[in-house]
């Protein structure tokens, strides 16, 4: 069955980064594409943005352009999100999610369990 | 950006009731070349990921119960539970994917009434 799991929680001060990794198994990793989700403590939830497994192209929101990488390990079937210049208001789960097909306009039909981000000074 | 504005923000409704939760969105996510509609819901439970429910609109996930079912097209959506369970007590997100940036519903959260 299919499994997304996630790496632990993170505790950074503002202006640092974080690396988040989410490694899939049960399926064939480059046949889907992974979205990153996050949401702030008892708020809604926010698209982050979409790495395809299959060769690596990448969409962000323009909010987060420049601030934001997304990478694919196929050997390990693992994603990684880092978010850079990290702000009080980057505060956070953020969850990997699996895209039922190939494309960024897609919807999700898996989860990551996921990351908690703290960003306290 | 498609604005996704969810109605009510919250719900309490007795077990065995129907619950009903809208989704209205700031512009058609109806892609006119396949009819399809680029909606999906989710529901969340505490302390969990969000869980797809519906997707297309209307095609119910394998494995979730057929008391949930999808309405709607262009921009007007539905999300109901024909029969409310216990279980159902949980946050529901509508989400476009016609278009990026993907956006959400601000949620509606489901009590027992």
């Known amino acids: 069955q299919v499994h997304l799991v996630q790496s632990g929680a993170e505790v950074k001060k503002p202006g640092a980064s974080v690396k988040v990794s989410c490694k899939a198994s049960?399926?064939?990793?480059?046949?889907?594409?992974l979205t990153w989700v996050r949401q702030a403590p008892g708020q809604g939830l926010e698209w982050m943005g979409w790495i395809s497994a299959y060769n690596g192209n990448t969409k962000f929101p323009q909010k987060l352009q420049g601030r934001v990488t997304m990478t694919t390990d196929t050997s390990t079937s693992t994603a990684y999100m880092e978010l850079n210049s990290l702000r009080f208001d980057d505060t956070a789960v953020y969850y990997c999610a699996r895209g039922k097909g190939y494309s960024y306009e897609d919807f999700l039909d898996y989860w990551g369990q996921g990351t908690l981000v703290t960003v306290s000074s | 950006d498609i604005v996704m504005t969810q109605s009510p923000d919250s719900l309490a409704v007795s077990l065995g009731e129907r619950a009903t939760i809208n989704c209205k969105s700031s512009q058609s996510i109806l892609y006119s070349s396949t009819n399809r509609n680029y909606l999906a819901w989710y529901q969340q439970k505490p302390g969990q990921p969000p869980n797809l429910l519906i997707y297309w609109a209307s095609a119910r996930e394998s494995g979730v119960p057929d008391r949930f079912s999808g309405s709607g097209s262009g921009t007007d959506f539905t999300l109901t539970i024909s029969s409310l369970q216990a279980e159902d007590v949980a946050v529901y997100y509508c989400q476009q994917y016609y278009t990026t940036p993907l956006t959400f519903g601000q949620g509606t959260r489901l009590e027992i009434k």
């Open positions: 049960g399926y064939i990793f480059s046949n889907h594409g």
